[in-house]
C-alpha cells in the first residue's frame, strides 16, 4: 500500500479482555515501531522490530504487552487483560531501515484509539 | 535530564509572523534530526529532516542544526492558521540500533 495502515482505527473492549492490534508497514521497509500515546501527552516508545526480531523491547509497560512481526511486514501488538490505564492511542510507524539519514524517517500509521471501560 | 526537550507551550504567533520552536538533545553523538507535525486526533507528519550543521530551508520552513550546543529548530516563517499543531523534535542517537527518540512538543497557535 502506499502508507502504514492499522487496524482496527478504533477499539473499546472492557476492562480483563485481550485485544489485537494490526499493522501493516509500507511495502519494503525493514523496520516497524509501535508507540503508545495517552490524551495530550507525547509518544511512548514500546518496541522496534528490525525485520522480525525486536532487538528492543525496552518500552513496552508491562508482561502484559506483547507484539510479534511476521514475514518481515505486519505486525501485532497484542494487550491481555487490559486495564483502563491501557487506553490510549496506539500508533504504528514504519522506515527503510537502520542505515543511517533518510532511511530512518518514520512514516506513521493513523493509529487505533483504544478504550479500555 | 531528558534526552530530547522542548517547550510544551504553547506559543503563540500572529497570523505572518516568524514561528520558532527550539529542541535540545543530550547525546553529543546523534547525527539525525527530524521534525514532525501532529495535527489534534492526527497522527504525526514528517516536515523536515536535517542531519549537518547549518539550516536546511523548504518552502516557509527552515531547520537549524547546531551540533556543538546540541540543539535544532524549526523556523517557520509567514505563519498561517493552518499551521496551528503540536510538532515533534525526533533524534537519532548514536547507540545501539539508533534509537529514535521524540521530545514531548511544542504547541503552536497561530492567532488570525
Known sequence: GAGVS??????VTEKGKDVELRCDPIS????????????????????YFQGNSAPDKSGLPSDRFSAERTGGSVSTL????????????Y?????????????????FGPGTRLLVL | QKEVEQNSGPLSVPEGAIA????????????????????????????????SNGDK??????AQLNKASQYVS???????PSDSATYLCAVIGSGGYQKVTFGTGTKLQVIP
Not at chain 1, 519494503?28 to 509518544?43: D, E, M, N, V
Open chain 1, 6 to 11: 492499522q487496524s482496527p482505527s478504533n477499539k
Open chain 1, 28 to 47: 519494503g521497509h525493514t523496520a516497524l515501531y509501535w508507540y503508545r500515546q495517552s490524551l495530550g501527552q507525547g509518544l511512548e516508545f514500546l518496541i
Open chain 1, 78 to 89: 497484542t494487550i491481555q487483560r487490559t486495564q483502563q490505564e491501557d487506553s490510549a492511542v
Open chain 1, 91 to 107: 500508533l504504528c510507524a514504519s522506515s527503510l531501515g537502520a542505515g543511517g539519514g533518510v532511511q530512518e524517517t518514520q512514516y
Open chain 2, 20 to 51: 520558532s520552536l527550539n529542541c535540545t538533545y543530550s547525546d553529543r553523538g546523534s547525527q539525525s534530526f527530524f521534525w514532525y507535525r501532529q495535527y489534534s486526533g492526527k497522527s504525526p507528519e514528517l516536515i523536515m529532516s536535517i542531519y
Open chain 2, 57 to 62: 530551508e523548504d518552502g516557509r520552513f527552515t
Open chain 2, 74 to 80: 524549526l523556523l517557520i516563517r509567514d505563519s498561517q
